[in-house]
């Protein structure tokens, strides 16, 4: 496999934590938190649904302009390590602070239809919505073989329709 596509490695803090230093000295930290308080509809599978985060933890000194594939190897890897069990979702609500959530949206997007080996396995759903005057970015990945696929998509997309937002 070619060097630039193989992951970062990581320290593994907890079965929802993770952190990974890139070659720049970027430190990252991944995390997933519950999601179950948005599907009061769902409780049978609310316990399910987890967000995703990834947060810069410490910048570089390094100026770099380029894209980094190996950060995008590294979260799809964690990503679909946690969706192995075949029983987990996540969802990806992408950071609205900067003005930057479209992009970052569509980058997201990208890595997961990229990688072969997690878009055979991983359905990804973006559902984009406005909630107010602000537009929300997201995506729901589930693995195919979920035995709640069904009811998860369902809820997802409940969750994140314009109506009553």
Request: charged content about 25%; proline content about 3%.
């Amino acid at each position: 496999m070619d060097s630039n596509l193989l992951p970062y490695p990581l320290l593994k803090i907890d079965d929802f934590t993770y952190n990974f230093k890139t070659d720049l000295g970027l430190e990252y930290s991944c995390s997933f938190l519950s999601y179950a308080e948005y599907f009061p509809n769902y409780p049978e599978i609310a316990h399910r649904f987890y967000s995703f985060n990834l947060n810069l933890r410490s910048p570089s000194k390094k100026r770099f302009t380029g894209t980094d594939n190996r950060i995008a190897a590294t979260v799809v890897s964690i990503v679909s390590g946690f969706l192995e069990s075949k029983i987990n979702a996540v969802v990806y609500v992408c950071d609205n602070s900067d003005g930057k959530e479209a992009a970052r949206a569509k980058k997201f997007v990208n890595w997961f239809n990229y990688f072969e080996y997690a878009s055979e396995k991983i359905i990804q759903i973006s559902n984009n919505f406005k909630a107010g005057d602000m537009m929300i970015y997201s995506s729901l990945l589930v693995h195919r073989k979920n035995n709640e696929i069904e009811k998860i998509i369902l809820a997802y997309l409940e969750l994140t329709s314009e109506e009553d937002k």
